[in-house]
């Protein structure tokens, strides 16, 4: 390896991890899966071009044979733990089958077919290897594009940079296989797009990690309920009036969940004014958790959480999500009572959860018709109630035949009230 390349590549390296040592700083202070995914990403990266670019050859003691096995493992070893970390990234087994499968699958078979390359006769396993690692790459495109069309928009940010690997990676190859020049446009190009690639990725994982630790600091944004900490009522509506106009572009199944409480002043004659206020966020909370980050969840009015999936990956869906809500939410609440003291409260809740196909109503029907779920869900013994695909009545969410939903409206029986800030959020909105 010739000087001019060492330079080149030991920049690139260095770029790498100074990000993975910030992403490794950060997951000992504040531990993580989040912060775990982030780390492992970069170092895998780091690992990668160390072996394909030949500065582990000429800074360490490797045979020929030990490198070249290297050489034709990390490809696919790094592409399928990146595919594996992306599973987790997208919320793909929440969002979509299609890709839930492709990026598991693309996972367990990279690195399997990386070592059987092994068993080839030794010209052939760089160059192989290097059309394994391509291809696996390009499905990591897919996936993140595909992920950016039914509404993750930090998915777009992931998808550059996952479009970056592709010339990087063949040019590693390239290099390694001996048919890139010294100090070359074919390796000047694939140091520039993996220190780029790797510096959008690292963006997006970030950005992501940002969002999740969100914090007091965003309860003074209009945006943002003060009490709860999650989307107010104009948000969400807005939130879900863009939704559909992509569920109606994408053909994609959606959700929609709504709890309401009942008898708070209950509560409040208990534990006073502070004390509700954390069962609120302790409801925010919980519903966020069982939803994922994924799916905004906003306060629609003040006794009503309403939370979103724009895409589904089957209908069955609603039934596993709304039922462990509910379990969720059944659970004792512990606040502050009046005098300090440690207070033990139980939810009088309903969980409401709608299907919703590829076309349906006006935003402000359907949370009508989801919030009219909820009431009736107080009479079930689950406290989680649907709609009947045939009739469209409500029943109950565990005895539900999920499938393709009618057109068919509930009663308007036991309808809930509708919260002013809400129906303005309509009107602002439309």
């Excluded at 990403?41 to 070249?68: D, K, N, Q, W, Y």
Aim: proline share 5%; glycine share 10%; aromatic share 4%.
């Amino acid at each position: 390896m010739g000087m001019t390349s060492l330079a080149i590549w030991s920049m690139v390296l260095g770029a790498i991890a100074a990000t993975a040592l910030a992403r490794v700083g950060d997951l000992v202070v504040r531990p993580g899966r989040t912060a775990l995914r982030a780390a492992g990403c970069h170092l895998a990266v780091f690992g990668l071009v160390l072996v394909e670019s030949g500065v582990l050859s000429t800074l360490g003691h490797v045979s020929p044979g030990r490198l070249r096995v290297l050489q034709v493992l990390a490809g696919p070893l790094c592409i399928g733990l990146a595919n594996h970390w992306l599973h987790g990234w997208l919320a793909a087994a929440e969002r979509d089958r299609l890709m839930a499968a492709a990026l598991r699958g693309s996972a367990l078979v990279l690195p399997v077919a990386a070592v059987a390359l092994l068993a080839l006769p030794v010209p052939l396993q760089l160059r192989l290897a290097m059309l394994l690692s391509l291809a696996g790459a390009g499905l990591t495109c897919w996936a993140t594009v595909r992920a950016w069309t039914i509404g993750d928009r930090l998915a777009l940010t992931m998808a550059a940079g996952c479009l970056l690997t592709l010339p990087a990676i063949a040019g590693l190859y390239l290099l390694a296989i001996g048919l890139a020049s010294e100090g070359g446009l074919v390796q000047a190009g694939a140091a520039i797009a993996a220190a780029l690639g790797n510096g959008l990725t690292g963006r997006a994982l970030w950005r992501r990690m940002l969002r999740r630790r969100r914090t007091r600091e965003s309860a003074g944004v209009a945006t943002i309920d003060p009490v709860t900490h999650v989307h107010s009522s104009a948000d969400l509506v807005q939130r879900l009036v863009a939704a559909q106009k992509r569920r109606r572009r994408t053909r994609r199944e959606g959700a929609l969940l709504a709890v309401r409480v009942f008898e708070p002043e209950r509560i409040l004659a208990e534990v006073g004014g502070h004390g509700l206020d954390e069962v609120w966020m302790v409801l925010a909370t919980r519903l966020q958790r069982e939803v994922g980050l994924l799916n905004p969840v906003g306060r629609y009015w003040e006794r009503c959480f309403v939370a979103f999936a724009e895409s589904i990956p089957a209908p069955g869906w609603l039934r596993t999500v709304g039922l462990r809500v509910s379990f969720a939410l059944r659970q004792p609440v512990e606040v502050t009572g009046r005098n300090g003291e440690p207070v033990r409260v139980r939810l009088d809740y309903g969980v409401g959860v709608l299907h919703l196909p590829v076309r349906h109503g006006e935003v402000e029907d359907v949370l009508d018709d989801v919030q009219r779920l909820a009431v009736a869900a107080r009479q079930m013994r689950s406290r989680a109630a649907t709609q009947d695909p045939g009739s469209g009545a409500a029943v109950a969410l565990e005895e539900a035949t999920l499938g393709r939903p009618s057109a068919a409206k509930l009663p308007p029986a036991r309808a809930a009230p509708t919260a002013p800030a809400a129906s303005s959020a309509h009107r602002s909105a439309r």
